[in-house]
């Protein structure tokens, strides 16, 4: 999850928060998270614009960008009409409970975590069968593995606070491209960490 901050001027806002359930089941849509992401990195732009970029009918692409719209996650940007009107993301990032004691919302919060979890499954294979094509230093560079540590739960948060103050520095080349160094490419770091349930508990003595 990440955590709220000033948005610098002409930015849109850091974060958006979702907490309604109607809200957390409206995004968990894989149509609607992937045009979400998309606007954050190449928007804005309109729906005939989202349709090529997923695929989907105009019409499709329009009513999803509505219902985005409606929970707070996009907005219409200036100049055009119609399906010809531009659309913007209102913020960098996507934030939602990591717990909630109200069955509805964990409930939502559990469908949302998986839509999200699948789109990251599903672009992490599509770019796994290209990766030969990027240039070897790249390919190098690139990370994937695991890791099982025994950690408590105090722990594991505060492990999470310093890998994000790692990545603190570079959110700002995002929206300004200036701050990019030469051959500066995007980059998705994946942070996931869970309890694995399929290794047995070990008993106190």
Known sequence: MSENAEPRPGEPCR????????????????TRIALVGLLRRSGPFTATRAAELTGESVASCSYHLRILAKYGLVEAAEGGQGREKP?????????????????????????LNAAVLERYFERMVRVQKMRHLLPREWQEAEQFGDTVLYLTADELAAL??????????????HSDAGLRPEGARPVDILRIAFVDRE?????EE
């Open 87 to 111: 659309w913007q993301a209102t913020a960098q990032f996507t934030d939602w409970p990591g717990y909630s004691e109200e069955p509805s919302v964990a409930e939502a919060v559990g469908a």
């Open 15 to 30: 974060v958006v928060s979702l907490s309604d359930p109607r809200a957390l089941r409206a995004y968990a849509h894989p």
């Open 199 to 203: 290794y047995p508990e070990e008993s």
């Open 160 to 173: 999470g606070e310093r890998i994000r103050d790692l990545l603190n520095p570079y959110e700002a080349r």
